[in-house]
């Protein structure tokens, strides 16, 4: 209630606050979860006014949000899950082969088989597949709701240099705890 939030771009924020607060609320709403016309309330982003209908509206503004129960099918393989919902495809076909599958998982430091299945990875490795998916689309700000909760410390220690790292592209974070 009676929220206002002014972030810079490749700026990193902690949301932070006991259970029950609306923290994850207030990212659901800037993610598009909740469309425009469930809350009160205005959302600027990039001096524009946004009214979301859902998530895909507010993904191709370059806002992605990765919730605590991690959105990854276990049925299916790395390259599969980072592209799902982002598929490549030419004349109707998909490929699964992106080279591109490569460089994100580089880029969030995972060396790992992108044939394997989600579900034969831990779950620090399955954070940093839905942070490449983020990156597969764009992001320009990065929702990260208790991104460490499940992770040990190197796991957490990765991730928050993942973060620093992004911050140095340009890419806003905002981690709720």
């Not at 909740?34 to 370059?62: A, M, N, R």
């Not at 460089?103 to 299945?117: A, F, T, Y």
Request: aromatic share 6%.
């Amino acid at each position: 209630d009676c929220v206002n939030l002014m972030i810079e771009r490749g700026e990193i924020h902690a949301l932070c606050g006991e259970n029950g607060a609306g923290k994850s609320t207030l990212m659901n709403v800037l993610s598009g979860l909740y469309p425009y016309g469930s809350y009160d309330g205005k959302i600027f982003y990039d001096g524009k006014l946004c009214q979301f209908k859902d998530l895909k509206d507010s993904e191709e503004k370059g806002i992605v949000i990765i919730h605590q129960e991690l959105a990854l099918s276990p049925y299916l393989s790395i390259k599969e899950n980072i592209f799902l919902g982002n598929e490549q495809a030419e004349r109707g076909v998909i490929d699964w082969e992106l080279t591109e599958t490569y460089e994100l998982l580089n880029k969030v430091g995972l060396s790992i088989d992108p044939n394997l299945l989600v579900s034969q990875i831990g779950v620090g490795q399955q954070q940093l597949v839905e942070i490449a998916k983020a990156l597969s689309k764009s992001v320009r700000l990065l929702i990260l709701d208790e991104p460490t909760a499940a992770l040990n410390e190197e796991e957490s220690a990765n991730l928050l240099r993942l973060i620093r790292e992004l911050k140095e592209q340009g890419v806003t974070s905002i981690i709720i705890s």
